[in-house]
């Protein structure tokens, strides 16, 4: 007999699975998202969070590829590690070094690619601006800071700036992108600092990959922080588009902010909800994936945690 799940079709000896692997996993939206999106589509599979520790992250993949799991997603910490147990890497995952979609090949083993470019790209894209010869600012150099200049590139922003506090990161995130990303400057980030406000004041496009503002359930200040100083946020250019990967609070205090200067906002749900639907076409090539069933369970999902996070 089937179990009736609340997200998904009937469960049955011949449903399949795909999942997120991660460490922690259990917060991530991309099985509500996934759910309502192969409910949808009337798609015979299920998605799971399945907490992977470092350690065991080789054994997983090999235990679910036997298991004829249809696809993965990775999240945090293993995007970058994980390339190295891929029998192939797309070029985009290569040159982003880092996966977030894993695809079984034909012949075994599995393909890395990463759909974060794609997620990050589509707000952007949708609003029908061109940012060819464009200016962008990127604040911070972390995991999310390669993916995000692969797609200014792509964008053909003339000029892009990468602020980052710590050197030697700056350095690490720089190196290797200097190759493809010709456009490529990077910017020490200490407070006050004239260079970031004159690059703010330039750029068309900010974009935050810090995780500076984003809610946090143990500390109840986390939420009210800005990336930016009062000083830099005075040096936005109003018109200009601020665009912050976090998306929790909506919206964040440097968006707050940015709207009070007469900057356009985007924040960071768009591109969760993409980057699934992109992985989605991957795993089931389908041309077509129910986006909007996506954005909706995602929102649903955060109005309940919000809830339970005032309770
Ligand atoms: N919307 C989406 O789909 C999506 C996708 C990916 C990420 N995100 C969000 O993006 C954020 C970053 O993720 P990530 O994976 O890139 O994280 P990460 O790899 O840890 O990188 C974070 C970067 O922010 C910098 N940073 C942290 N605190 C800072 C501060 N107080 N001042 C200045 N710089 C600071 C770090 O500096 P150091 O190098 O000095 O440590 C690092 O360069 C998270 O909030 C994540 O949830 C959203």
Request: glycine letters at 10%; hydrophobic letters at 45%; one cysteine or more.
């Amino acid at each position: 007999m089937a179990l009736v799940s609340r997200f998904a079709q009937p469960i049955s000896g011949s449903t399949s699975l795909v999942g997120v692997l991660g460490d922690p996993v259990r917060h991530s939206l991309s099985p509500v998202m996934h759910n309502a999106a192969l409910k949808g589509l009337g798609l015979d599979w299920v998605y799971l969070a399945l907490p992977t520790p470092a350690e065991h992250l080789g054994e997983v993949l090999r235990g679910l590829e036997a298991m004829d799991c249809r696809g993965l997603n990775v999240t945090l910490p293993h995007k970058q590690a994980v390339a190295a147990l891929c029998r192939e890497l797309s070029p985009l995952a290569e040159r982003v070094g880092a996966v977030n979609t894993l695809v079984r090949l034909p012949n075994g083993g599995w393909l890395g690619d990463n759909t974060d470019v794609e997620g990050f790209l589509a707000p952007l894209r949708a609003g029908g601006s061109s940012w060819q010869g464009q200016r962008a600012v990127v604040l911070g150099c972390g995991g999310s800071a390669r993916a995000v200049i692969a797609g200014l590139v792509e964008l053909g922003c003339a000029a892009i700036q990468v602020a980052g506090r710590s050197s030697a990161h700056l350095e690490a995130l720089l190196a290797p992108c200097r190759s493809w990303a010709k456009p490529l400057q990077g910017l020490q980030w200490t407070p006050s600092n004239r260079a970031l406000q004159n690059a703010l004041a330039d750029a068309d496009l900010v974009v935050n990959t810090t995780p500076v503002g984003m809610a946090s359930a143990t500390d109840p200040d986390a939420a009210r922080r800005c990336p930016l100083s009062p000083g830099d946020l005075e040096t936005l250019r109003p018109g200009s588009t601020v665009y912050d990967l976090i998306y929790t609070p909506r919206p964040t205090a440097l968006l707050q902010n940015a709207s009070a200067r007469g900057c356009q906002s985007l924040d960071g749900l768009e591109m969760l909800v993409q980057q699934g639907a992109a992985s989605l076409r991957l795993w089931s090539g389908l041309a077509e994936v129910p986006v909007t069933a996506m954005r909706q369970a995602a929102l649903q999902q955060l109005k309940i945690e919000i809830k339970q996070g005032e309770s």
